[in-house]
């Protein structure tokens, strides 16, 4: 239940406003901050107005050193939380309006930016820093520069990204007997579910959310772990990994390891029961470690613990992404791109880390040591399974695909008598013709 990815419906009207023609400029910055770092010399003061999707994902010192180290470059940046800055961006284009020269969004969005024709393609920018700082350059990790791909060229770069790791609780799993620490495989995680239900008949072993319009993270991820394959957002259900996970669920619905209460549930409810200890086990995303750890008599390795998201066959963890971007229309791309590479250093990403944001896609400040400080529950294991992750499968048609997907795990929840292979053939040409 990554945060982000329970934003996928917001997409279906999102995707509509491109096809629309705006004539005002629309704004929504839940706040502004302007640095400067002064003018030297005879070179050209130059401007940079940068929006970010969160606080928490702009570097902590908002770019105060990297205006130090370019005295005549000033930055301004705004806190865009509204989650419409493809909208905002679209709108004023159409007006003919100045643009950001940087921006942050969703990765899963920065096709539809691409195809709206508001961002450069960042390969010069790309080469230019692997050619100037070849050591910084080689931190970062391949997928954040591949998930961003769209042709022949390059229009982002993830630098940080969630991705969802499956929470226990340790009394339950303690009073069953059962290692959930060793979970490795569905197969196994549906055994330990199984074994606490019988331990205990009153517990929820996987609390849930299934509440239309919240999202469906969690199915999404499970297609990923069995390996299931995927054209652009739409899995497919009638290969052996969709068959496999369709089938996982029944079971674990048929046998009573899910709450059928959860077709009414979104985030509050479905971490509720198990922030309660009324459920052993909840699949969430990483920042939500975060959370837990802060609610008191609820302590990490004592009452719950985290392990990655177990995998089947193929398959693999997926990671959601954020990307910064620069704008086609900006007259400073060089200097918009060192800007995001001052985003990507290693003491930006562990600083903001500190300040709620999430795993950082750079090699060196995964293996930082003052992570252990800000997240003790990110354990080897975790950063192995995070840095071996898979993109989130995305497509323009995302929002379509998540509503389809809501109604076969809404159905599955609540209890039905069909099939694995009935449900793909109900649900699968739904999805072919989104």
Request: aromatic share 8%.
């Amino acid at each position: 239940m990554t945060r982000s990815t329970g934003k996928w419906t917001r997409i279906v009207a999102l995707f509509a406003v491109l096809s629309m023609v705006v004539a005002a400029c629309g704004g929504s910055s839940s706040d502004t901050t302007t640095a400067t770092g002064g003018t030297s010399g005879g070179d050209e003061q130059i401007d940079l107005l940068i929006w970010a999707s969160r606080d928490y994902y702009r570097p902590p010192d908002l770019w105060a050193g990297f205006m130090a180290e370019h005295p005549n470059i000033k930055v301004t940046v705004q806190t865009e939380s509204n989650d419409d800055i493809l909208q905002q961006l679209q709108r004023m284009q159409d007006a003919g309006q100045r643009l950001p020269d940087v921006i942050q969004d969703d990765t899963f969005l920065i096709e539809a930016y691409q195809n709206a024709g508001l961002l450069l393609d960042m390969t010069e920018q790309k080469n230019l820093w692997e050619q100037e700082d070849p050591d910084a350059y080689n931190q970062i990790l391949p997928i954040a520069w591949e998930e961003n791909m769209f042709g022949d060229g390059i229009y982002g770069v993830s630098l940080t990204a969630n991705f969802d790791v499956i929470y226990y609780n340790l009394a339950a799993c303690e009073a069953a007997s059962v290692d959930c620490a060793s979970i490795t495989t569905l197969d196994g995680f549906l055994d330990a579910m199984r074994a606490v239900k019988a331990s205990d008949p009153d517990i929820i072993p996987l609390t849930v959310q299934a509440k239309p319009g919240t999202g469906i993270t969690t199915l999404k991820t499970l297609f990923s772990a069995a390996g299931a394959p995927f054209d652009g957002a739409v899995p497919d259900l009638q290969s052996e990994g969709g068959l496999y996970v369709l089938n996982w669920w029944l079971q674990a619905s048929d046998e009573g390891l899910l709450p059928p209460q959860a077709i009414s549930w979104g985030e509050d409810e479905a971490r509720g029961a198990f922030a309660g200890q009324r459920a052993a086990f909840i699949l969430d995303g990483f920042t939500v470690a975060g959370e837990f750890n802060e609610l008191e008599g609820f302590n990490l390795g004592t009452e719950w613990n985290v392990i990655p998201s177990p995998t089947s066959g193929s398959g693999n963890q997926i990671s959601n992404a954020r990307s910064w971007a620069i704008t086609s229309s900006t007259p400073y791309p060089h200097e918009a791109m060192q800007a995001i590479e001052w985003v990507g250093t290693v003491d930006q990403l562990v600083d903001a880390a500190a300040g709620g944001s999430v795993p950082m896609r750079n090699s060196v400040a995964l293996a930082d040591p003052r992570l252990d400080d800000i997240w003790p529950f990110f354990n080897e294991g975790l950063r192995a399974a995070y840095s071996g992750s898979d993109s989130v499968p995305s497509g323009l048609n995302g929002g379509e695909v998540e509503l389809v997907l809501e109604q076969l795990f809404g159905e599955i929840v609540v209890g039905t008598d069909k099939t694995a292979q009935e449900l793909a053939d109900q649900y699968q040409p739904l999805l072919d013709d989104l």
